[in-house]
């Protein structure tokens, strides 16, 4: 009794037809999941600061601080 051959013609394509599809789902379902889990709660977390950021408020902090050279604290 001899062993079976085994079976080298065309395997590539038909591993490529049972993983492919599965690859390309994963795939998505990772990119859904970066967006909805990364980027927009990232995105709400920046709209939420910027909506209560004073600019002014910030520079003055900043100039009082001594942090520019070319604007003088109100001290002095």
């Known amino acids: 009794m001899s062993l079976a051959k085994p079976a080298m013609r065309g395997l590539l394509g038909k591993r490529?037809?049972?993983?492919?599809p599965i690859a390309f789902a994963l795939s998505l379902v990772a990119a859904a999941a970066f967006k909805y889990g990364v980027t927009e709660p990232r995105k709400q977390a920046y709209a939420d600061f910027y909506k209560q950021y004073d600019?002014?408020?910030e520079f003055n902090n900043m100039r009082d601080?001594?942090?520019f050279?070319?604007?003088?604290p109100t001290g002095e």
């Open 69 to 72: 050279e070319s604007v003088r």
């Open 55 to 57: 600019t002014t408020k």
């Open 16 to 20: 490529l037809r049972f993983h492919l």
């Open 65 to 67: 601080a001594g942090v």
